[in-house]
C-alpha cells in the first residue's frame, strides 16, 4: 500500500522558515518523481514544484522560486521542503504527491497525480 506522510506544518511568523517532510512506503522511492501541492483556504489547488526521481532536475512555481526548496534522501524515503521567507500567502495545507507517470516538470497536470499525503498544515501570519 502506498502511504505518503507529511510533517513539519507550523504556525510561523513572516520572513520565517519551515521544512517540510514527506515519510514514503509502499513503492520503490527512488524511481519515481515526487511534488508538492499546496491548498489556501477557499481556493483552488496549487502545484508548488516537483523534483524527478534521482534528484537532479527541480522545478517551482514563480511565487516560491529562490524561496522554496524541493530535495528528496532516496536512501531514507524521504521528500523534503524547505521554505524560507515565508509570507502569509504561503498559509495552505501542503501535500506530498506522486504518480506513476513523469511529474517532474514545470505545472504537471493534476490528473497525473496517482497518489496523495493527508497534508501538513502551514499558517504564516504575526
Known amino acids: 500500500e502506498v502511504q505518503l506522510v507529511e510533517s513539519g506544518g507550523a504556525l510561523v511568523q513572516p520572513g520565517g522558515s519551515l521544512r517540510l517532510s514527506c515519510a514514503v512506503s509502499?513503492?520503490?522511492?527512488?524511481?519515481?518523481?515526487m511534488s508538492w501541492v499546496r491548498q489556501a483556504p477557499g481556493k483552488e489547488p496549487e502545484w508548488v514544484s516537483s523534483i524527478n526521481s534521482d534528484g537532479d532536475y527541480t522545478y517551482y512555481t514563480d511565487s516560491v522560486k529562490g524561496r522554496f526548496t524541493v530535495s528528496r534522501d532516496n536512501a531514507k524515503n524521504i521528500l523534503y521542503l524547505q521554505m524560507n521567507v515565508l509570507k502569509p500567502e504561503d498559509t495552505a495545507i501542503y501535500y506530498c504527491?506522486?504518480?506513476?507517470?513523469?511529474?517532474?516538470?514545470?505545472?504537471?497536470?493534476?490528473?497525473?497525480?496517482?497518489?496523495w499525503g493527508q497534508g501538513t498544515r502551514v499558517t504564516v501570519s504575526s
Open positions: 504527491i506522486t504518480g506513476r507517470r513523469h511529474i517532474a516538470k514545470m505545472n504537471p497536470p493534476f490528473h497525473e497525480f496517482d497518489y
Open positions: 509502499g513503492f520503490t522511492f527512488g524511481s519515481y518523481d
